[in-house]
């Protein structure tokens, strides 16, 4: 019987978990699994959403072998016009552990082209899986999206680091620097030699808030006045921050930076979910940043102290905006390998074209991926 995609209904439930407990079985990871509910518990669709999640499933005869989410969300482009486009993202297939069903990864995202001409995929995990290298093969335009780390506790990043423990040398010479001293000199040294050359900028006010509710007329002004900075950015207005920031999501902190009143910028950040290349360190990341031209330094400042308040080892952040790159390396951060890419679709890949002039001020950022919330 001939595979079919079609749209995930309550009914598939059962059927999804018997899916996932087959890749279980096949030694896949255990988060490596399709969601449990057929309404999404992040972003459901309804009559007025302008962001909205949707599940489908590949059912054969019955049985589901494999499944996407589709998102749907306004974006900026380089014309100036604001379009929806789909965010294909969370793809499953039973082809990972069985391959006789390697068709399905393929079936999916031909739905999905087809569902969401306009579509983008984020993250990824680094072009050697095997969804880079599909769409590789399809023309997609792509590239990876810059990571920035910045070091809070060196001792406990030189002990923890599992990515940098590779060998029995490298292991012993970064226990070394971790019980000298030496760690914790050298990476003080370097924040301080890069605060020497930041920008200096005016007095302002970095409050926590509990959404962006009470701050809707000031965030709103904020996107108008900046959204010109961007070539290529997902629409940033006070109605995409309620939805996407909603005050139920209390794992992530939302901070308004404000003078006289008035808003120049916002992030977001939280704490990354426990993995085991980051040992026992507690992981901060800044998840979303917005400001007025010429403020990007100071919302950096204000989303890293944060953090650092909060007590975290370690702080990451994407960012593909060159002058967001800028501003974090004034910070303090330091630029590393990126496994986080971005890959357009040939239809969405026209109208940001040519991608190597809009490359530069395209402002994606982790929020624009898969990590919502379920990362953070």
């Given at each position: 019987m001939a595979i079919t995609i079609q749209l995930y209904?309550?009914?598939?439930e059962p059927a999804v978990a018997e899916f996932n407990?087959?890749?279980?079985?096949?030694?896949?990871?255990?988060?490596?699994?399709?969601?449990?509910?057929?309404?999404?518990?992040?972003?459901?669709?309804?009559p007025e959403s302008r962001i909205y999640n949707e599940f489908f499933v590949a059912v054969d005869g019955g049985v589901v072998r494999g499944g996407y989410a589709l998102k749907t969300q306004e974006f900026l482009f380089p014309d100036g016009q604001i379009r929806a486009i789909g965010y294909y993202h969370h793809p499953l297939s039973e082809g990972i552990v069985n391959k006789a069903h390697a068709i399905v990864g393929t079936l999916l995202l031909r739905d999905a082209m087809q569902r969401a001409p306009l579509l983008y995929c984020l993250g990824m995990g680094g072009y050697d899986n095997p969804l880079p290298q599909m769409l590789i093969r399809l023309g997609w335009t792509h590239c990876p999206v810059p990571f920035f780390f910045r070091v809070v506790s060196p001792s406990r990043f030189l002990r923890n680091m599992q990515t940098l423990r590779s060998s029995a040398t490298r292991t012993f010479l970064m226990d070394v620097?971790?019980?000298?001293?030496?760690?914790?000199?050298?990476?003080?040294?370097?924040?301080g030699y890069r605060a020497l050359g930041a920008p200096r900028s005016l007095a302002s006010e970095c409050r926590e808030v509990a959404n962006f509710e009470a701050n809707g007329d000031s965030v709103q002004s904020l996107w108008e006045q900046a959204r010109q900075t961007c070539s290529f950015t997902a629409a940033r207005d006070a109605e995409a921050l309620r939805t996407l920031y909603p005050p139920t999501q209390s794992q992530l902190t939302r901070l308004v930076l404000k003078r006289n009143g008035a808003a120049i910028g916002w992030a977001v950040v939280g704490e990354r979910r426990k993995d085991a290349k980051y040992g026992?360190?507690?992981?901060g990341s800044v998840v979303d940043c917005f400001a007025l031209p010429g403020e990007l330094f100071s919302v950096v400042q204000c989303a890293t102290?944060?953090?650092?308040?909060?007590?975290?080892?370690?702080?990451?952040?994407?960012?593909?905006?060159?002058?967001?790159?800028?501003?974090?390396?004034?910070?303090?951060?330091?630029p590393g390998p990126s496994n986080f890419l971005f890959a357009a679709s040939k239809k969405l890949a026209e109208l940001v074209a040519p991608f190597e002039a809009v490359r530069?001020?395209?402002?994606?950022?982790?929020?624009?991926?898969?990590g919502l919330p379920a990362n953070f």
């Open positions: 209904r309550p009914e598939h407990q087959r890749l279980r079985q096949g030694g896949e990871d255990e988060n490596m699994v399709f969601y449990r509910w057929a309404e999404p518990r992040w972003l459901p669709r309804t620097a971790a019980y000298s001293g030496a760690g914790w000199a050298g990476s003080k040294l370097l924040q026992d360190m507690r992981v102290q944060t953090l650092e308040r909060q007590g975290f080892d370690l702080i990451l952040s994407n960012q593909s905006h060159q002058a967001w790159g800028e501003a974090f390396k004034a910070a303090g951060y330091l530069p001020r395209m402002h994606l950022t982790r929020a624009d991926g898969d």
